[in-house]
């Protein structure tokens, strides 16, 4: 599979279009349905935290986001130049606190990594930041 990417502005309304970017080309890389939404989800969380974390709202700002697949390995990697996020500083949630208060919010990373084989950063300083998410073809 070729690699190919997407930019577009750090607007929430925008999301729809990295969904459906990243979903067909999940497709053709040979997912089904419900791995696909899961794939779609994870990348959705991704931007999202972008959005709200590294750029706080400003919507003149760029993600980048591209996909590529080989060995059974499909790939997402998603860019920002906005304030670095350092993952091991995330905690996993408390499920049964987080409902019996009815919070919202939060569990962007968790579902991340709940629902892609693998999710990696790289935070360099003079670098953008980077979250990549994994999911492997079921065999």
Known sequence: MNSASIEVESRTERLIE???FVSERARAFGF???DISKIALAVDEACTNV???A????PTKIIR????GKNGEFAIVIKDDGTRFNPTLVQPPDMKEYLTHYRRGGLGVYL???LMDRVEYTIAEGKA???KLIKNLPR
């Not at 986001?65 to 590529?68: A, H, L, Y």
């Open 18 to 20: 990295v969904r459906d």
């Open 112 to 114: 991340m990594k709940s």
């Open 32 to 34: 089904g349905d419900e």
């Open 55 to 58: 750029y706080r709202f400003d």
């Open 65 to 68: 986001v591209s996909v590529s």
């Open 51 to 53: 959005i709200k974390h």
């Open 129 to 131: 930041n980077e979250v």
